[in-house]
């Protein structure tokens, strides 16, 4: 079992930047695969951004492309997703999910879920 924990979401204006960190507890993170995943009101979950178990691959919604940015850290057990240009439509509750088997878009490839933090972005 996986227990994740994000953190690092605020109302920020049109152009600022945030980051997102996703700490783990209960099993290494470094033996997944993870996502960031975000949800706006009335609107499905989505993809944003996904990052290989070994630090060798990464990929983005085009959405967020060029502006967003995946990492990892598996000596601190913490996933981060730093935000720049920030601009209303990614106003979203935002979730990291951990992955054992796929590197994937996918909501439903992904194993353990946060329980999200929410970032607005004010125009």
């Known amino acids: 079992q996986v227990q994740l924990v994000e953190s690092g979401g605020e109302l920020v204006q049109t152009g600022g930047s945030l980051r997102l960190s996703c700490a783990a507890s209960?099993?290494?993170?470094?033996?997944?695969?993870m996502g960031w995943f975000r949800q706006a009101p009335g609107k499905e979950r989505e993809f944003v951004a996904a990052i290989r178990w070994s630090d060798t691959g990464t990929m983005y919604a085009d959405s967020v492309k060029g502006r967003f940015t995946i990492s990892r850290d598996n000596a601190k057990n913490t996933v981060y997703l730093q935000m720049n240009s920030l601009k209303p439509e990614d106003t979203a509750v935002y979730y990291c999910?951990?992955?054992?088997?796929?590197?994937?878009?996918?909501?439903?490839?992904?194993?353990?879920w946060g329980q999200g933090t929410q970032v607005t972005v004010s125009s």
């Open positions: 209960g099993r290494t993170l470094s033996c997944y695969n």
């Open positions: 999910a951990a992955a054992s088997l796929h590197y994937s878009p996918y909501p439903s490839h992904y194993n353990y």
